[in-house]
């Protein structure tokens, strides 16, 4: 993902998501941990507070615990779309974790109609 210009992105609204992307938001919310894997390739990484998951047993435990951890809400803030293949969808979290409240960029690469990648940025 270092080749991508996210500053580049254009607004888009949220309907313009892929189905993926939004499926993956929607299931991940409702802690919906095998619908949002399902989402993904079976080669996909997901890189989160500097660590780096890869392939689905990785990435499951991840889901698992990033829905257990905290209590929290999402709401979707805006998205954007630097080109066919690479999305950022802007979230705001509230909830018990340290500081309460986060803004975060949720930076997808897409490989066909699933997630190949998954960056989460502040």
């Known amino acids: 993902m270092s080749n991508v210009n996210w500053a580049e992105a254009t607004t888009i609204t949220p309907g313009e998501l892929p189905v993926a992307i939004t499926g993956y938001l929607l299931a991940h919310g409702r802690r919906d941990t095998e619908t949002a894997l399902a989402s993904y390739t079976t080669d996909a990484v997901v890189t989160d507070e500097g660590h780096t998951y890869r392939g689905p047993a990785q990435i ?24 066919a293949t690479h999305y950022d969808v802007r979230q705001h979290l509230a909830g018990d974790f340290p500081g309460g409240t986060a803004d975060l960029h949720y930076r997808f690469t897409m490989r066909g109609a699933s997630i ?4 989460i940025t502040p």
């Open 116 to 119: 190949a990648e998954l960056v």
């Open 60 to 83: 499951r435990n991840w889901l698992a615990s990033a829905a257990s951890e905290y209590t929290f809400t999402t709401e979707l803030v805006g998205a954007s779309m630097v080109d």
